[in-house]
C-alpha cells in the first residue's frame, strides 16, 4: 500500500512557541491531506482537509489562525501550531489520498506534541 | 446529524471469537471502514465494505447492511496481539470519513 510519512514523531516545546509538522506522501501524488487531533482515549477528530493549491477547510471549532495548514506540494502538507500551549498537547496524525482512489486515506504514523 | 455508534469496550478471551458492532446514520453512504488502532500509534486499514455482505480477510471479516444501517467486525482465533481499539468509520456523500468513537478490546488469556 501507499506510505505517508509524518517529521517529527514526537516534540516537546515550550509554552508560546511554534510547531511545525510534516506530512509527505512518499510514493503517491495526494491530492488531498487530512489533519486529525487524537486525546487519550478518544477517537480521532478530523481538523482540517487540504487540497493541494488551495486554502484548507477546517472543522467548525477549530481555529485557522492557530492551526495553519499549507498543502503547497503533491507529497507535502504541514500543519504549524503557532504559539501552542498546554492543551494543545495531543497526537496530531495525517492521512492522504490520490485522485484515482478517492475512498481510501492512507495515514501518517501520527506526531505526539507536548506542550510544557 | 451525522452519529456512528459502537461499544465502547469489550472483553474476549484469547482463541475465541468476538464482533464488534457499528450504527451509523450518515449524509450519504460511499463506504463503511474498520480500522486497528494499538495505543500510542496511528490507525491501520482493516476492511471497505461498499456493498450488502461479508468480506472475509484472513481471521478477520466485515459484513455490512446498508438498509439497516449495520456493520459488523468479526475477529476469529483471537491472539493477545488483537488488543486494541477497533474504529468504525463512514464515508460520506462528500467522501469524508465520519468516525464513531471506537471499540477497546480487551484480550485475556
Known amino acids: 500500500g501507499a506510505v505517508v510519512s509524518q517529521h517529527p514523531s514526537w516534540v516537546i516545546c515550550k509554552s508560546g512557541t511554534s510547531v511545525k509538522i510534516e506530512c509527505r506522501s512518499l510514493?503517491?501524488?495526494?491530492?488531498?491531506m487530512f489533519w486529525y487531533r487524537q486525546f487519550p482515549k478518544q477517537s480521532l477528530m478530523l481538523m482540517a482537509t487540504s487540497n493541494e493549491g488551495s486554502k484548507a477547510t477546517y472543522e467548525q471549532g477549530v481555529e485557522k489562525d492557530k492551526f495553519l495548514i499549507n498543502h503547497a506540494s503533491l507529497t507535502l502538507s504541514t500543519l504549524t501550531v503557532t504559539s501552542a500551549h498546554p492543551e494543545d498537547s495531543s497526537f496530531y496524525i495525517c492521512?492522504?489520498?490520490?485522485?484515482?482512489?478517492?475512498?481510501?486515506?492512507?495515514f501518517g504514523p501520527g506526531t505526539r506534541l507536548l506542550v510544557l | 446529524g451525522q452519529n456512528i455508534d459502537q461499544p465502547t469496550e469489550m472483553t474476549a478471551t484469547e482463541g475465541a471469537i468476538v464482533q464488534i458492532n457499528c450504527t451509523y446514520q450518515t449524509s450519504g453512504f460511499n463506504g463503511l471502514f474498520w480500522y486497528q488502532q494499538h495505543a500510542g500509534e496511528a490507525p491501520t486499514f482493516l476492511s471497505y465494505?461498499?456493498l450488502d455482505g461479508l468480506e472475509e480477510k484472513g481471521r478477520f471479516s466485515s459484513f455490512l447492511s446498508r438498509s439497516k444501517g449495520y456493520s459488523y467486525l468479526l475477529l476469529k482465533e483471537l491472539q493477545m496481539k488483537d488488543s486494541a481499539s477497533y474504529l468504525c468509520?463512514?464515508?460520506?456523500?462528500?467522501?469524508?470519513?465520519?468516525w464513531g468513537a471506537g471499540t477497546k478490546l480487551i484480550i485475556k488469556p
Open positions: 510514493d503517491f501524488q495526494a491530492t488531498t
Open positions: 465494505n461498499v
Open positions: 492521512s492522504a489520498r490520490g485522485a484515482a482512489e478517492v475512498e481510501t486515506q492512507y
Open positions: 468509520a463512514v464515508m460520506d456523500s462528500n467522501y469524508q470519513l465520519i
